[in-house]
T-cell receptor
Framework: AQSVTQLGSHVSVSEGALVLLRCNYS??????LFWYVQYPNQGLQLLLK??????LVKGINGFEAEFKKSETSFHLTKPSAHMSDAAEYFC?????????????FGTGTQLKVEL | GAGVSQSPRYKVAKRGQDVALRCDPI?????LFWYQQALGQGPEFLTY????????KSGLPSDRFFAERPEGSVSTLKIQRTQQEDSAVYLC?????????????FGEGSRLTVL
């Protein structure tokens, strides 16, 4: 069984400050890992994904994440927060094996960006 | 179409009513998923189709939930005899690959409120 744990249901940063959203995974097979962003009343949009190529993954809107097998982590970072980054962020894991791309999501982290 | 389209966006039902939620995936996408997202939670997997075949329905919470995709494109999620605990946003997602780890493209969701 696979799962992800997102530490911190709410994170608040100042505009221009570093954004760090934490995600730890549990998987019995090498995982594929994803970060999605959800703006109010909208669907989920893919930020970035790790699929066993480079461990440092760059995504849209200046976000990146690093896969660390030894720490079973896939934390999301952005060097400088912008007001438009305020949203809910979900980490997700899937197996490389068959069954389509069934994703298991974390409970989400609400990011607030303050002036 | 340009994206995954879901209808209705909002649905209010009285307890005991039947509801049907529609998903129109991106043209040519083989895989289709339904997720349930309760308030303040991450999306929870309900069911998965590859073309018209329902390959995984392990997440459907009860036999009141039924999904179909008869022609391998549009899908309908039906909930019979709705209960208050069914209140949630129902997300549909599609993906091009039949198996593997391709990106999921999500619709904006159908918000169901059961009174």
């Amino acid at each position: 069984a696979q799962s992800v744990t997102q530490l911190g249901s709410h994170v608040s940063v100042s505009e221009g400050a570093l954004v760090l959203l934490r995600c730890n995974y549990s998987s019995s097979v090498p995982p594929y890992l994803f970060w999605y962003v959800q703006y109010p009343n909208q669907g989920l949009q893919l930020l970035l994904k790790y699929t066993s190529a480079a461990t440092l993954v760059k995504g849209i809107n200046g976000f990146e994440a690093e896969f660390k097998k030894s720490e079973t982590s896939f934390h999301l970072t952005k060097p400088s927060a912008h007001m438009s980054d305020a949203a809910e962020y979900f980490c997700a894991v899937s197996s490389k094996r068959g069954g389509g791309n069934k994703l298991t999501f974390g409970t989400g982290t609400q990011l607030k960006v303050e002036l | 179409g340009a994206g995954v389209s879901q209808s209705p966006r909002y649905k209010v039902a009285k307890r005991g009513q039947d509801v049907a939620l529609r998903c129109d995936p991106i043209s040519g996408h083989v895989s289709l998923f339904w997720y349930q997202q309760a308030l303040g939670q991450g999306p929870e997997f309900l069911t998965y189709f590859q073309n018209e075949a329902q390959l995984d329905k392990s997440g459907l919470p009860s036999d009141r939930f039924f999904a179909e995709r008869p022609e391998g494109s549009v899908s309908t999620l039906k909930i019979q005899r709705t209960q208050q605990e069914d209140s949630a946003v129902y997300l549909c997602a599609s993906s091009f690959e039949g198996v593997g780890t391709g990106e999921l493209f999500f619709g904006e969701g159908s918000r169901l409120t059961v009174l």
